[in-house]
T-cell receptor
Framework: DSGVTQTPKHLITATGQRVTLRCSPR?????VYWYQQSLDQGLQFLIH???????AKGNILERFSAQQFPDLHSELNLSSLELGDSALYFC??????????????FGQGTRLTVV | GQQVMQIPQYQHVQEGEDFTTYCNSS?????IQWYKQRPGGHPVFLIQ?????EVKKQKRLTFQFGEAKKNSSLHITATQTTDVGTYFC???????????FGGGTRLMVKP
């Protein structure tokens, strides 16, 4: 158990809908990262938050948004869903930011299926 | 932006053979990390390399960080079926605010 909790584990929704994925980082971790993993593909970096502030953006679509709350949990909002958004969405947390940052701990992921 | 490439994408080996995956970054990295994702699982941290030319070993796994801090490799000696999974490298840029993953190398081991 990595200590990172993601909910829900599975989500099936229709095209055009909006969903919210939730991530609770490990206790004490200030950094949260979101990644998208399509079937048998690599990990696409979406966004990074540190202590409530956005720090870096990757290939995140405009239809997607995220935030990190004062209690450090994070939510990833996906709207106007398309079939191609079907993927495994991982959240990872680490203790901080900076070059000497320690490793990232991954949650179990949320498997999103858009039908 | 920063890009991290990993080769090969797939590798089939016979149990007992060696395996190597290579990672190359388009920019100089402050550090590089390696993760393993078992089928159906989530990535799990293996190791972090920070210094230029650094070499670290974990039992049958040997990790190297290039002199220019732009490339890295993971070598597994005498693979076992338990080594099956996808190995990802992940590079952190000098600003330290983005962990970019390579595409991963999926290792399959025939018993």
């Amino acid at each position: 158990d990595s200590g990172v909790t993601q909910t829900p584990k599975h989500l099936i929704t229709a095209t055009g809908q909006r969903v919210t994925l939730r991530c609770s980082p490990r206790s004490g971790d200030l950094s949260v990262y979101w990644y998208q993993q399509s079937l048998d593909q690599g990990l696409q970096f979406l966004i990074h938050y540190y202590n409530g502030e956005e720090r870096a953006k990757g290939n995140i679509l405009e239809r997607f948004s995220a935030q990190q709350f004062p209690d450090l949990h994070s939510e990833l909002n996906l709207s106007s869903l398309e079939l191609g958004d079907s993927a495994l969405y991982f959240c990872a947390s680490s203790i901080g930011q900076g070059r000497m940052n320690t490793e990232a701990f991954f949650g179990q992921g949320t498997r999103l299926t858009v039908v | 932006g920063q890009q991290v490439m990993q080769i090969p994408q797939y590798q089939h080996v016979q149990e007992g053979e060696d395996f190597t995956t290579y990672c190359n970054s388009s920019t100089t990295l402050s550090n590089i990390q390696w993760y393993k994702q078992r089928p159906g699982g989530h990535p799990v941290f293996l190791i972090q390399l920070v210094k230029s030319g650094e070499v670290k070993k974990q039992k049958r796994l040997t990790f190297q960080f290039g002199e220019a801090k732009k490339n890295s490799s993971l070598h597994i000696t005498a693979t076992q079926t338990t080594d099956v999974g996808t190995y990802f490298c992940a590079g952190k840029n000098n600003a330290g605010n983005m962990l970019t993953f390579g595409g991963g190398t999926r290792l399959m081991v025939k018993p």
